[in-house]
Every structure is written in C-alpha cells, then in structure tokens.
C-alpha cells in the first residue's frame, strides 16, 4: 500500500515537471518507498546538519556547480534551511568544438560566462524518519532568494595576421572578422578577463525531494532532485547570434555529504 500511495504522490507531481524527472523521481520511490515505510518507531534525533554538494542540471556541463546548506530542527518535521548554490550557467546552443589546427577545445559564438551564486532560505519537511542505522529518511524541500550572477567574458584564442605561430586572446566578438570559425585556435585561459565582469541581480525558487541514505549518525550522505528557477532583471548575453533570456528554468539532481548533530 506504501508503495502505491507513493507512486500516486510522484506520477501527480510529474505531470508538471520535465518527463526526465518524473522518470527519475518514479524510479526513486519504487526502490526507496519499501524501505521508508517500513521504518521503526525509534527516531533518529539530530538539531542540525551542514551538507554540501556536487550538482549536475539542464543549464550546466557535466559538473553544473556546487551547493552547501545548513539545516536545523524547528520541530520533529521540519526544518529551517540556509544555503548557497555556486553555478556555471550556459546557453542551451553552447557546442565544443576542437581546431583543426591546435586540437584545442572552444566554444563558438559564446561571449559571456554567467557565474551564478543563489542564496537560499527555505524548509525541509520530513516525510518519513531515519531509523538508528538503517532505511531512509525523505524530505520535501522548498527554497528562495536572492541570486548574483557574475556575468565575466568568454576569451578566445585566435590567430594574428592568418599566422597560426602567433595568437591573441581577446573576448568573442561575432562582428570582428578575425574572430570566424576558422581563425579561432581553442578558448582562453579559465578565468581569464574575469576583473572585467559585471553583476546581474535576480532571484531563486526550487522545490525537491530530499533521500539521506547514510548508515552512520553523524554523517549525510544522499541525493535531492527537483527543479530550480533562476531569474534575473536583465537578459544575460551569452551567446550575442543566439537566442538569449533572462529566466532559466532547470531540473537538477545533486550528491550530498555532509554532517549532523
């Protein structure tokens, strides 16, 4: 019965999410629901915990960025959250490419990087307690705030005078004719411009699902999926020839680990 009301709760909520994560999210109760409903009595008491994490979403590269947040117990389902989400946002038309004549990786027509950092309070609602030492403990999340997105240029190395023993980086620029594709030898130097940056004001929104699946009590290890809004007062130009905007909706999935007391 666990597992069905469980499977009710999930496929309800996928209809408003990406299919991807309605895939994800229905996988995810059918292994855990069994293990979360057939938890003891005993509680697993903790006042707080700090995790942080590796996230992986539809507007980053492999690695999207890094979280941390702070937690503690408001009462025995709920808890105030804190936290930080440290983000490499891309354009969804970003590509790699290699030259054809260094090998060297760029990305053709970016001009911007966008740094997001997203400050975040929040609520974590328990849904079902840990037992000591074993099963599950799954937590519906909810969190806004605050964004500063750090808007630093995309540098470029490129070939000076059709010479290709002598180069320059300089920021894209779709109109400068010595920045075509084939004059272009790989990207600059990570970080490289980036006292030239400029700052972008906005606001967060996510809501998620919370697996903590450690066996130790002072330790958190697990994973949260959910979606996340990004949202910012101007347009942010990434890609000067493509389509640009000012809202990122992104589905997300992070690893935590972390510590409790």
Not at 29 to 51: H, M, R, V, W
Not at 141 to 154: D, N, Q, R
Not at 212 to 235: A, H, I, M, R
Request: proline share 3%; hydrophobic share 40%; charged share 20%.
């Amino acid at each position: 019965m666990c597992v069905t009301w469980l499977r009710f709760i999930f496929s309800k909520k996928g209809t408003e999410m990406k299919q991807g994560l309605r895939i994800l999210l229905f996988v995810s109760a059918y292994f855990l629901g069994d293990a979360a409903c057939a938890q003891t009595l005993d509680s697993y008491e903790y006042n707080s915990e700090f995790t942080w994490g590796i996230n992986k979403n539809s507007a980053g590269g492999l690695i999207g960025g890094f979280t941390f947040k702070k937690a503690r117990k408001l009462s025995d389902q709920t808890l105030e959250t804190f936290g930080l989400e440290i983000m490499n946002v891309k354009n969804p038309r970003e590509t790699r490419h290699n030259s054809g004549y260094t090998g060297n990786a760029f990305i053709y027509g970016k001009s911007n990087y966008l740094f997001a950092f997203r400050f975040q309070y929040g609520r974590d609602f328990i849904l079902f307690t840990k037992a000591p030492q074993q099963g599950v403990e799954i937590k519906a999340v909810l969190a806004a705030g605050p964004s500063i997105g750090v808007v630093a240029p995309y540098y470029i190395e490129r070939a000076v005078d059709n010479s290709f023993f002598t180069s320059k980086h300089e920021q894209y620029d779709p109109t400068n004719p010595n920045h075509s594709f084939n004059n272009i030898l790989g990207s600059g130097n990570l970080f490289e411009g980036i006292g030239d940056s400029n700052l972008q004001l906005g606001a967060n929104v996510k809501a998620g699902l919370n697996f903590e699946l450690g066996f130790l009590k002072s330790q958190v290890t697990g994973f949260e999926v959910g979606v996340l809004v990004d949202s910012y007062f101007n347009k942010i130009i990434l890609m000067p020839t493509a389509e640009n905007k000012s809202v990122f909706p992104t589905v997300f999935f992070t690893l935590f680990y972390g510590n409790r007391k």
